[in-house]
């Protein structure tokens, strides 16, 4: 009942709507001075979704003409390098749910490339026939060139960490271990998500998911607050009094690792205690993410040669994310959502494995 009411309430304002204007020439006004690329196809999966119209901002991003495009299916766009795996998911989708949504590289009709993202929906006619789907297009040629910059600035970054000799260098460290950390951040929250990562994939070092898809690869959870969290999901006491041992364990060490320098045992010692701070973590599945990046960190820190370079502070500022975000979310259960802490370790993981490796 609800949808319904909504359903004529919409229908009303665009009844009103129309009585200054016919249902075409509002049709006409919006797609042509759209600033989104849209295009609109029939609904025959088994010619391809022949094309029917596309706007000129569509045109102008494909390089063709109106006339060229009427009658062809939107494959002629594709390419070699287009994300089959999203496109096969496409069909099925749309007859499942009457919308997909999906990013990919299209081929202009010049050859070049650009990545686009679109979302296609049903149109449907009087008695509920699907009878055309209707596309709009985001050409992410300006966020691929933000990712090459942060690409850029963190391989700078990296060599920085590598080359210099300084034995003074606090200052230097924690600026940019902070700037690292941001562009990290905004690789994984802005420039990356489930549907366009392929598309970043050459842009990124040392970035990319393993199988498990939990490294580098941020997946949106939404929020949860502490206190709801523990309302649906209560955590023995002998639980958390191991966590925050675990946790002591590994301050404890790093502040030896600070005082009295490195060594292999005392690498293998935090790798030690960061192993049981994932392992008791895993009894959460909410938290798996947070503990595939912790228990991966372990396992690189344990294969460390002696006079392995690599900068203190970024495993610091990991150990800091991590007690921060097990704190708000377990220890205090003060955190007004449980999962940004987790996105800001697995940020901060990221940046330490690419030093570590």
């Given at each position: 009942?609800?949808?319904?009411?909504?359903?004529?309430?919409?229908?009303?304002?665009?009844?009103?709507?129309?009585?200054?204007?016919?249902?075409?020439?509002?049709?006409?006004?919006?797609?042509?001075?759209?600033?989104?690329?849209?295009?609109?196809?029939?609904?025959?999966?088994?010619?391809?979704?022949?094309?029917?119209?596309?706007?000129?901002?569509?045109?102008?991003?494909?390089?063709?003409?109106?006339?060229?495009?009427?009658?062809?299916?939107?494959?002629?766009?594709?390419?070699?390098?287009?994300?089959?795996?999203?496109?096969?998911?496409?069909?099925?989708?749309?007859?499942?749910?009457g919308?997909?949504?999906?990013?990919?590289?299209?081929?202009?009709?010049?050859?070049?490339?650009?990545?686009?993202?679109?979302?296609?929906?049903?149109?449907?006619?009087?008695?509920?026939?699907v009878?055309?789907y209707?596309?709009?297009?985001?050409?992410?040629?300006?966020?691929?060139?933000?990712?090459?910059?942060?690409?850029?600035?963190?391989?700078?970054?990296?060599n920085?960490?590598?080359s210099?000799?300084?034995?003074?260098?606090?200052?230097?460290?924690?600026?940019v271990?902070?700037?690292?950390?941001?562009?990290?951040?905004?690789?994984?929250?802005?420039?990356?998500?489930?549907?366009?990562?392929?598309?970043?994939?050459?842009?990124?070092?040392?970035?990319?998911?393993?199988?498990?898809?939990?490294?580098?690869?941020?997946?949106?959870?939404?929020?949860?607050?502490?206190?709801?969290?523990?309302?649906?999901?209560?955590?023995?006491?002998?639980?958390?009094?191991?966590?925050?041992?675990?946790?002591?364990?590994?301050?404890?060490?790093?502040?030896?690792?600070?005082?009295?320098?490195?060594?292999?045992?005392?690498?293998?010692?935090?790798?030690?205690?960061?192993?049981?701070?994932?392992?008791?973590?895993?009894?959460?599945?909410?938290?798996?993410?947070?503990?595939?990046?912790?228990?991966?960190?372990a396992?690189?820190?344990?294969?460390?040669?002696?006079?392995?370079?690599?900068?203190?502070?970024?495993?610091?500022?990991?150990?800091?994310?991590?007690?921060?975000?097990?704190?708000?979310?377990?220890?205090?259960?003060?955190?007004?959502?449980?999962?940004?802490?987790?996105?800001?370790?697995?940020?901060?993981?990221?940046?330490?494995?690419?030093?570590?490796?």
């Amino acid at each position: 009942m609800p949808n319904q009411a909504k359903d004529m309430e919409e229908m009303l304002f665009f009844s009103q709507m129309l009585n200054e204007c016919s249902p075409l020439t509002l049709l006409q006004q919006i797609l042509i001075h759209s600033h989104h690329a849209i295009v609109i196809t029939d609904a025959d999966d088994k010619a391809g979704y022949r094309i029917v119209y596309a706007n000129p901002v569509f045109c102008r991003h494909t390089g063709y003409e109106l006339a060229e495009l009427v009658g062809m299916s939107p494959k002629i766009l594709q390419g070699p390098k287009s994300n089959k795996r999203v496109i096969e998911k496409l069909t099925p989708s749309l007859k499942e749910r009457g919308f997909f949504y999906g990013a990919s590289i299209n081929y202009r009709k010049d050859g070049s490339m650009y990545p686009v993202e679109w979302n296609i929906s049903e149109i449907k006619n009087e008695q509920g026939q699907v009878t055309h789907y209707i596309s709009m297009q985001k050409d992410l040629s300006n966020f691929k060139r933000l990712a090459e910059q942060v690409k850029k600035s963190n391989e700078n970054f990296k060599n920085f960490y590598l080359s210099t000799t300084k034995k003074d260098k606090n200052a230097e460290n924690n600026d940019v271990v902070e700037s690292l950390k941001s562009n990290e951040k905004i690789y994984a929250g802005g420039l990356r998500n489930d549907q366009n990562a392929d598309l970043f994939e050459d842009a990124f070092f040392d970035f990319s998911p393993d199988e498990l898809g939990a490294l580098g690869n941020k997946i949106d959870k939404g929020t949860l607050s502490a206190n709801d969290f523990w309302v649906e999901n209560p955590i023995d006491e002998e639980d958390i009094s191991a966590l925050v041992e675990s946790i002591q364990e590994v301050d404890v060490e790093l502040g030896l690792l600070q005082s009295q320098g490195q060594s292999k045992e005392r690498l293998e010692n935090i790798a030690n205690g960061f192993k049981e701070v994932a392992n008791n973590l895993y009894f959460c599945v909410e938290f798996n993410d947070g503990a595939l990046i912790i228990d991966e960190v372990a396992n690189i820190l344990m294969t460390l040669e002696d006079g392995h370079k690599f900068p203190v502070d970024t495993l610091l500022t990991f150990n800091k994310e991590v007690y921060e975000w097990l704190d708000g979310a377990v220890i205090s259960k003060t955190t007004d959502n449980i999962f940004e802490g987790e996105n800001n370790t697995i940020a901060a993981g990221n940046q330490l494995l690419l030093f570590l490796r």
